[in-house]
């Protein structure tokens, strides 16, 4: 306990943040009412994972991505001549129909998130725990992405791949690109054939991420968003001192 006790000693002298010297002060208080270590980082965790669960539940239903103004994937930017070409041709329609998909694969996709995130949450130490009560706002979520981007994307990737085929999205992409590409013989433009599954890989993960950051500034600041008692008594106890 005394090397405990020393370890939070160094993070109170080692930070300058009010909220944090609080909160430590709450979790190895010598007082009957201060939290252990491992109520702290269990609190943690389980803040993440609320955030995690409640993003991709949210994201992952129809309409999550497509009319989120937020999480909205559009045309991609490297193609909009095709865009703009397919719609001078009078392809609107297939065009509004091609940026829905992408939202309905990037919806698809999200569904197979939750085991991956909350896995690596429940695998994060006491002492990462800790390091995340140092950081900022989004300290959680920042250190879930990089800790687990590069193996999440991994994971992720074929599933956005199936998803990319379960709607059919190349369907509606060949006969813009084609078009596109058949006008450009005539003015001399360059063929596009841009990688779809990984631009709605990519667009799904960044969203995915801005609701996990969402949720964890919301459980950190609105008491009514911490749905247990733990996170209640360990986001709480920065807010019972003066």
């Not at 609107?92 to 569904?111: H, I």
């Not at 909350?118 to 900022?136: C, P, R, W, Y």
């Not at 013989?185 to 779809?196: I, R």
């Not at 990984?198 to 950190?220: P, W």
Request: proline share 4%.
């Amino acid at each position: 306990m005394r090397a405990i006790l020393l370890f939070a000693a160094l993070l109170l002298v080692a930070c300058s943040d009010q909220t944090l010297q609080r909160t430590l002060d709450g979790v190895l208080g010598q007082s009957g009412g201060g939290l252990t270590t491992t109520e702290v980082a269990s609190g943690l965790k389980e803040a993440l994972v609320v955030g995690a669960q409640n993003s991709v539940n949210f994201a992952s239903v129809r309409d999550g991505f497509y009319k989120n103004p937020s999480l909205f994937i559009p045309f991609p930017e490297e193609a909009q001549k095709v865009k703009t070409t397919a719609m001078n041709l009078g392809l609107s329609g297939q065009v509004n129909k091609f940026e829905e998909t992408l939202n309905r694969a990037a919806e698809e996709a999200v569904k197979q998130a939750t085991p991956i995130l909350v896995n690596a949450i429940t695998s994060m130490s006491i002492e990462d725990a800790f390091g995340l009560l140092k950081g900022g706002e989004n300290a959680a979520t920042n250190y879930l992405r990089n800790k687990t981007e590069v193996s999440l994307l991994q994971a992720f990737q074929p599933k956005v791949q199936e998803a990319v085929d379960k709607v059919e999205l190349t369907k509606y992409w060949n006969p813009l690109a084609s078009a596109y590409n058949t006008a450009s013989t005539f003015t001399g433009g360059q063929a596009v054939n841009p990688d779809l599954t990984k631009y709605v890989t990519d667009h799904a993960m960044d969203g995915l991420f801005l609701l996990i950051t969402k949720e964890e500034a919301s459980i950190r600041k609105d008491p009514a968003a911490r749905v247990s008692d733990l996170l209640k008594k360990v986001f709480g106890s920065a807010e019972a001192k003066p």
